[in-house]
């Protein structure tokens, strides 16, 4: 039996975003020609200060909470055929003040490109996820990063380029993410995803195009079903050794809500990196276009610990309600403790 560290990305490489976006490492706990076998995860504890611009209804203009984040535990199973490798992927976590809540992240299998089960969708834009403590981030917004039942393949068709093409079910119970309803009307086609990547070296690109079935609102007597389209856009780069910049787009809501997020990481050393990421909301509803900044830093321990925080402000209109608990002026301060296996 061996025992080493790998990144968790290196799971499965037709589905490689799986895990690397976990941020945690993964150790081959067995391994032989034919089989081997990852865990990994991380545990981590935040506290939060929430403060309110305006708090309507409560005693202070503070709230201070604790949870768990999102602490996420993984197992893969992978398997040396004469086809090529096929990789069993599970994946939770636990969120919530007592890590009550426990979520299914993936359950797939993944073969020569294929993948199949709980995952992410084809339109996951990983490209231009920013990094921040707060778990939503821009992950339901400008780079969506949602996930769902799907089935479809990543196709190369050039050197560090491939096409996806995907079919899916967003209304599924576990799914996460932009586009969700619940769809009461009979569909008889499935959500249809294409989508683009390129790695061109220092710059990864990615788009994706999502045919989406919901209800139509506007329909009488029977129920109906009509289709939209969203549409996503991410790039990223390594400008130099110590900076990576990164965008990223989404129009949804049939075209009608458009979101747009910029980052940049600096890393000092090894083991101190800073993150500066700002997203706008330009929303086709009156005066409910918003602004959310993110500023934070994560300093990694040589004995694996990291201790992260981050500040969060938001400015937003009227109408624009509330993001993640917050709304106009509001911020919100979090500290957060963290250690992967």
Do not use: C
Not at 208 to 215: E, G, H, K, N, P
């Amino acid at each position: 039996m061996k025992l080493r560290h790998k990144l968790a990305g290196t799971v499965a490489l037709p589905l490689a975003l799986a895990v690397a976006a976990s941020t945690a490492t993964a150790a081959t706990i067995f391994e032989n020609d034919q089989h081997r076998v990852n865990f990994g995860g991380f545990v981590a504890a935040q506290a939060n200060w929430t403060i309110f611009d305006d708090a309507v209804g409560q005693d202070s203009d503070i709230d201070y909470g604790m949870s768990l984040g999102t602490s996420r535990m993984n197992l893969s199973y992978t398997r040396q055929t004469d086809a090529g490798p096929i990789t069993i992927l599970f994946e939770n976590d636990f969120n919530g003040p007592s890590g009550s809540n426990y979520r299914l992240r993936h359950a797939a299998i993944m073969w020569d490109g294929w993948v199949a089960g709980f995952s992410w969708s084809g339109a996951a834009n990983l490209t231009g996820l920013g990094e921040t403590i707060d778990a939503g981030g821009t992950a339901n917004t400008s780079a969506m990063a949602q996930r769902t039942m799907v089935l479809g393949r990543n196709i190369p068709v050039a050197e560090g380029m491939t096409v996806g093409v995907f079919l899916e079910d967003r209304t599924n119970s576990f799914s996460t993410g932009v586009g969700q309803t619940d769809r009461d009307a009979n569909t008889a086609l499935p959500d249809a995803v294409v989508n683009f990547r390129a790695n061109l070296g220092a710059t990864q690109l990615f788009g994706a195009a999502t045919l989406l079935q919901f209800d139509d609102a506007e329909a009488t007597g029977d129920a109906k079903t009509e289709s939209q389209v969203e549409l996503t856009f991410g790039a990223r780069s390594q400008i130099t050794d110590e900076l990576r910049v990164h965008l990223a787009l989404t129009n949804t809501n049939d075209n009608d809500d458009t979101y747009v997020s910029v980052g940049a990481q600096y890393r000092i050393n090894q083991q101190l990196r800073t993150n500066l990421l700002v997203e706008q909301a330009l929303r086709d509803a009156d005066d409910s276009d918003y602004t959310a900044l993110w500023a934070n830093a994560f300093y990694t321990m040589p004995s694996g610990w990291e201790w992260g925080g981050e500040l969060r402000y938001m400015t937003a209109d009227d109408n624009a309600g509330k993001l993640n608990g917050l709304g106009d002026s509001d911020m919100r301060i979090s500290l957060q403790a963290k250690y992967a296996f």
